[in-house]
């Protein structure tokens, strides 16, 4: 038996470790690069629709169960023949998790070329215009398109989790999402002190200077852009693996979007430490309003939720004018250690000597 | 008898040309992409709603109300907001995420009036449409003529104002080069306040008629961004005609292209629309991304060697 309070603290931090993987994928884009991705959404839909329609359609296709069954129409039975399937053998879900993820990720680096792929040659603007465009036009796809997530009724995931059984499902998400969150915080604080994190900055603050020194701006935005779509696709993926189904309507441009960009500028761009506490500040103040909506409901005359708009949209401009920087700033670049660098000099000196 | 899709063809155009000009506009002033415009348009929708189903008056006094308040939604997101960024000498992705959080802003607002709207005086809020309200002038729908007419009516005002004013030449200068505009003794910041003002006001405008034709929603400005940005960028984001002329092309290619589309492949085509201005957004930014003015001119300095 689990506590309530321990289910909301589970809940909590399934739904962080997405929005900590999404925000970190847009510090890379907007925080290291200055890419103004306002298509975060993209990658993130682009992710969880690859869930909705490849892994199970694939596991359908290996039981022989697409011979007897429409996918899309009778989506609940072939879902009920492979939660039997999954749910008894632990090795085949957790491999299906990981398989999936890793495609999810390689669809997403794709949409990210091909959205990016009219303007990244142009100014950041029109960059910022297009990749709107381009999340609007898929998650429309996606809602028209019966054939991929089933349209407006949505589709049914197949659950790696289930094997474990009952509550600790949620409890084994939560710490798969976590784990994934954990080694993409890793990976992304690697990549900020590494060689292409600090020619990021560079491009960032002087386009002009980082080409005079030979560094290829737009091969620099496209790479950037693959990797950050594919770390929302992965984002997306395990939302979509979370709720267990995928329905085009849930994944609309506030949510994927303009939430990680609050996060990131809230927090601080360009520093992952940043990110991580905005994304903690925002997730952990938005599940409290909504354990406290039905308290607040009554005095109002419209719906709790657009006020939380209302108050997030406030928080940003606020934030942007009065603390650019964000809570936590963007630290110096890390250099080599100072042993290390006695031991440069030591070997320098010796030389000239 | 003219086929109904001409009709639908030249209303929507002749709108989108109108909030197309107006974005154009703030992004020759300001240089910065206001993702918030879609959201100007979607507010005043409500003006006409409230006008016609509350206040029971005649629609078309919602142009007016629909150009004031959405200019000073606009002058509020200019000198509230960006103008302290410009100031401090942000950068534009700075100011590009400032007006998508006052679209944000915007947004619940819009939504929280529709809210309101619906449960104080019991009317539908949510994917309402204004057409039986309109009148009929002619045998035709009396938006197929206003449109229009707002339409070369706000271009050709507009072109006095900037040409033959003094008002609007000092406009152009600061414009062109606010620092020199600034040494020669005009007001910059006016200019520019009242440049975001009549863009806001167009987009006002422009959405207080939507509802007497389309289906709207809270959420219309987000469909319609795509829309807007890919006919200002068509136009090449330099000039207000080449906004028109954008708004006039995207416009007639979104309705006419899926309506013929629709008719000879068949109707399972007409929800992806948005398709169409994005297709022809992407083709304009891969093979002339100044947009048509850019070419014509280019084309022009040819003929000249």
Known sequence: MIPLALTFIIDLLALLGIFIIISLSLNIEFGYAGIPNFGKLLAVAGGAFFIGAVPGRFLAYIYGLLGKYDYIDDNAKIMYALGKVLGADPFISMTMLVISLILAAAAGAILGFIASYPAIRLREDYLAITLLAMAEILRMIGYNYRDLIGGTVGISVPDPFRWIGGELRLALAASVIMAVAIIIFIY???????????????????????????????????????????????????????????TALGYDRVVYTFWPWVMVVIGGAANNFGVLLGATLFVTLRKLIIFYKSNLQPYLPFDVVWLEYLLLGTALLIVLIYRPEG??????????????????KELVEAKEV | ??????????????????????????????????????????????????????????????????????????????????????????SYIVLMIATIGYDMILYSLINILA????????????????????????????????????????????????????????MRAAIENPALAGVVG???NLTYAVSWFIAGGLAGAAGALLPLWLMCNPDIGARLIVSIFAASIVGGLTNIYGGFLGGILIGMAEVLGTGYLSLTIGTWIAPYRPIIPLAIMAITLLFAPRGLTGISLRFLRRFKR
Do not use: W
């Not at chain 1, 936590?328 to 290390?340: A, D, F, M, Q, S």
């Not at chain 2, 309200?133 to 009516?153: N, W």
């Open chain 2, 115 to 170: 809210d309101y709207l619906n449960r104080t005086y019991k009317i539908s809020t949510r994917l309402y449409i204004l057409k039986s309200y309109d009148f009929r002038v002619f045998h035709q729908p009396c938006i197929f003529i206003v449109a229009p007419a707002m339409a070369i009516l706000v271009i050709t005002s507009l072109h006095l104002l900037l040409t033959k004013t003094r008002f609007g030449i000092a």
């Open chain 1, 327 to 344: 809570i936590i700033p963007e630290k110096p670049t890390h250099t080599l250690g100072k042993k290390r660098l006695e031991k440069i």
């Open chain 2, 186 to 188: 005009i007001n910059v």
């Open chain 1, 188 to 246: 992304v604080e690697l990549l900020s002190r590494s060689p292409i994190g600090r020619t990021l900055r560079a491009m960032r603050d002087n386009e002009v200077v980082a080409e005079a020194y030979g560094k290829d701006i737009v091969k620099l935005r496209m790479k950037t852009l693959m990797i950050g779509s594919a770390i929302g696709a992965i984002g997306g993926a395990l939302y979509a693996f979370l709720s267990g189904s995928v």
């Open chain 2, 1 to 90: 008898m003219m086929p109904p899709m001409f009709r639908d063809a030249a209303v929507f155009s002749c709108l989108l040309a109108l909030l197309s000009i107006g974005l154009t506009l703030t992004y020759m002033t300001t240089k910065v992409p206001n993702f918030a415009h879609g959201s100007f348009a979607a507010m005043t929708t409500y003006i006409t709603l409230i006008l016609v189903k509350i206040l029971k008056v005649n629609p078309y006094f919602s142009v007016g109300l629909g150009f004031i308040l959405g200019g000073v939604i606009a002058l509020i997101l200019y000198q509230v907001i960006l103008k302290p960024l410009l100031d401090r000498g942000a």
